[in-house]
């Protein structure tokens, strides 16, 4: 920039001094060609207010005012009525250097100003296009929280149509519970029925309480008690099925802290998961082993391992979106809230799947110092 106005300042400069000389030494007696060189000086002094303005103008024209008069006053005699010509041209070139640089100084001024209010509306855009972008995005949790209070309508709905029969179910329960004792076998299941229902209801409960989910309940829980109880709820449709269940149990009794209701809707969630994932014949296997990460500390780890389906790449990374679901009749909620219970734990939830071959959810979940 700065080169540039030099280089232009050279021009100007060479201009002016060319012509004097121009002047200075041609004889007088060609005054034709003095009248040219008169108005050659016109030149530089319209480039000088297109290049620099009001004050590049005139200055230039001073300049050349300078340069020009001694020729009239030295060499032409500088007689005013004589030379009145010479004069007024004096008079036109600094008239033309100001009138030339204020216009061309105001246009310049105007470019700014046009490219100034360019650069504003283009920051407007800028800052609409971001506005726009958030309401879009705004838009979309709102659609979403749409369908989250729409389904939580429907649970209260659907909760409302539940609590009634699970009720009758528990009382009938109950009145089996009296005709089979602690010592007969049945009486297991019917616990397992009751403790079901009540589970349940709970659910229920806790769908409707959506806003404020109930704190968790943390004891002592044996994992391996815990997986039997869900093995023993699910082994009737497995068997229907026909498909292999294994619980593997661990070398040694497992304890960690839990709130084993919730823990044990997780655990559903995944055989379940496994289960409608199985085709016939096949297998949902699951095992138990103890992660020593330090002396004082270990990590519980529970595989669950079926040899269904598999889970395609693309899925992978969508199966933990609530509402993800593959299954016609699916809410797609299961694994999230699974893994909600898991992290809620302290512990970490992996899926790994093999297309056509099977998957594998891992569940690791911290143990207490003292198991
Ligand atoms: N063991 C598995 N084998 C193959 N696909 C699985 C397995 N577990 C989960 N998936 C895939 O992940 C999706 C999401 O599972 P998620 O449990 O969250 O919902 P869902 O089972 O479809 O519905 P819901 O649990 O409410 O019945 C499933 O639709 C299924 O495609
Ligand atoms: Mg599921």
């Given at each position: ?20 000389l ?5 004889p ?17 002094i ?51 250097g ?41 838009e979309?949790q ?67 309480h ?10 002592p829980c ?116 699974t ?13 790994e ?19």
């Open positions: 920039m700065k080169k540039a106005s030099q280089s232009r300042q050279f021009i100007l400069i060479s201009f002016v001094v060319g012509i004097s121009l002047h200075y030494l041609t007088l007696n060609l005054p034709y060609l003095h009248d040219i060189f008169q108005r050659l000086y016109y030149l530089p319209i480039l000088a207010a297109l290049w620099f303005g009001f004050r590049g103008g005139l200055l230039c024209s001073i300049i050349v005012s300078i340069a020009y008069a001694p020729h009239i006053l030295f060499q032409w005699g500088g007689h005013l009525t004589m030379e009145m010509e010479k004069y007024l041209e004096i008079l036109l070139y600094n008239i033309v100001g009138m030339t640089g204020l216009l061309s100084q105001r246009e310049r001024e105007r470019t700014e100003e046009l490219r100034r209010t360019a650069l504003g509306l283009e920051e407007s855009y800028q800052k609409l296009r971001h506005q726009s972008e958030r309401i879009i995005a705004i979309e709102l659609r979403r929280a749409e369908k989250l209070s729409t389904l939580g309508e429907m649970a209260a709905v659907l909760a409302h149509e539940i609590r009634n029969p699970l009720g009758s179910i528990r009382g009938t329960a109950e009145i089996l519970k009296d005709d089979y004792g602690p010592g007969d076998p049945k009486h297991e299941f019917i616990e397992i029925q009751i403790r079901e229902t009540e589970r349940l209801n709970r659910v229920v409960e806790d769908f409707l959506m806003a404020r989910p109930q704190p968790a309940d943390m004891r044996p994992v391996q008690d815990e997986l039997e109880t869900i093995v023993n709820l699910v082994s009737n449709d497995a068997g229907e099925r026909q498909i292999r269940l294994v619980l593997e149990p661990p070398s040694l009794p497992v304890l960690i802290r839990a709130d084993g209701e919730k823990l044990r809707q997780a655990f559903l969630n995944i055989i379940i998961n496994a289960l409608q994932a199985t085709p016939q014949g096949g297998s949902v296997t699951i095992s138990t082993t103890v992660l020593r990460t330090d002396a004082a500390t270990g990590v519980c780890e529970i595989r669950f391992r079926d040899t269904g389906v598999g889970i395609d790449g693309e899925a992978l990374e969508r199966i933990f979106e609530p509402f993800f679901t593959t299954k016609p009749d699916g809410t797609g909620l299961g694994l999230a809230i893994r909600k219970i898991i992290e809620s734990h302290g512990g970490t939830l992996m899926v799947s093999e297309p056509g071959h099977g998957t594998t959810v891992t569940v690791r979940l911290p143990m207490p110092e003292e198991a």
